[in-house]
C-alpha cells in the first residue's frame, strides 16, 4: 500500500512538473498552441570543404505559426552571408515535423548521436573507447513544444528514426525549396 502511494505521488509530481520520462513522454505532454512549437535544425562542424562553390552551414528554424528561416553561414570568411531568408508553410506541415520527433521518440533520444562506443581486443583483455567524429560536420535538432523542449546532436551513428526527422526538415525547409535556388 506504501508502494502504491508513492508511486502514485511520484507520477503525479512528473505531471505536474511536465517532464516527459519513459516511454510516456507524449503522454506527459499538454495540450498547447501550435504558436508555441518551435523546430531548429542546425549544422555545424568539419575541417574543411572541397567544394569549389564553397561550404556553408545552415540554421532553419519553424515556428509552429508556419513560419520558416533560413540562415546560411558560409565556411570561408571570404563569403558573405546572404541575408536570412523568411516563407510561410502549411501548418499541417508543421504537425507532420512534429509527428515525425514523437515517432521517432525524440524526448527519451540520448542528448548525442556522435561517437560510437568500440571494444578493443588487447591481448587476454578488452578495453573500451570511442570512435569519434572529430572533424565532421553534425546536425542539432531541437524541438520546443511549449514549456518542453530538447535538443539532440545527430553525428555519424543516427537511429533511422532521427535520420528521417533530419531529412524531412532538409526537405521541407532546406536550401533547395526556397524560390530562386
Known amino acids: ?57 545552415f540554421h532553419i528554424t519553424i515556428h509552429g505559426s508556419g513560419f520558416i528561416e533560413l540562415d546560411e553561414l558560409p565556411w570561408a570568411s571570404t563569403r558573405t552571408p546572404p541575408p536570412i531568408r523568411r516563407r510561410a508553410i502549411a501548418s499541417d506541415q508543421v504537425v507532420e515535423i512534429v509527428n515525425a520527433f514523437l515517432k521517432a521518440r525524440f524526448f527519451e533520444a540520448a542528448d548525442s548521436y556522435n561517437d560510437v562506443w568500440v571494444a578493443i581486443q588487447r591481448n587476454d583483455m578488452l578495453t573500451f573507447g570511442m570512435k569519434g567524429s572529430v572533424g565532421r560536420v553534425w546536425v542539432d535538432l531541437t524541438l520546443r513544444l511549449g514549456p518542453t523542449g530538447k535538443t539532440v546532436r545527430l553525428g555519424d551513428n543516427v537511429p533511422a528514426d532521427l ?16 524560390p530562386g535556388k
Do not use: Y
Request: charged fraction near 15%.
Open 1 to 57: 500500500m506504501k508502494i502504491n502511494c508513492i508511486s502514485r505521488f511520484a507520477a503525479a509530481l512528473v505531471l505536474s512538473v511536465g517532464v516527459p520520462t519513459g516511454s510516456a513522454s507524449a503522454q506527459t505532454l499538454s495540450p498547447i498552441p501550435i504558436s508555441d512549437v518551435e523546430i531548429q535544425w542546425r549544422s555545424d562542424g568539419g575541417d574543411g570543404c572541397a567544394v569549389v562553390s564553397g561550404c556553408s552551414n
Open 163 to 178: 535520420a528521417a526527422v533530419r531529412d524531412l526538415i532538409w526537405r521541407i525547409a532546406g536550401p533547395s525549396t526556397w
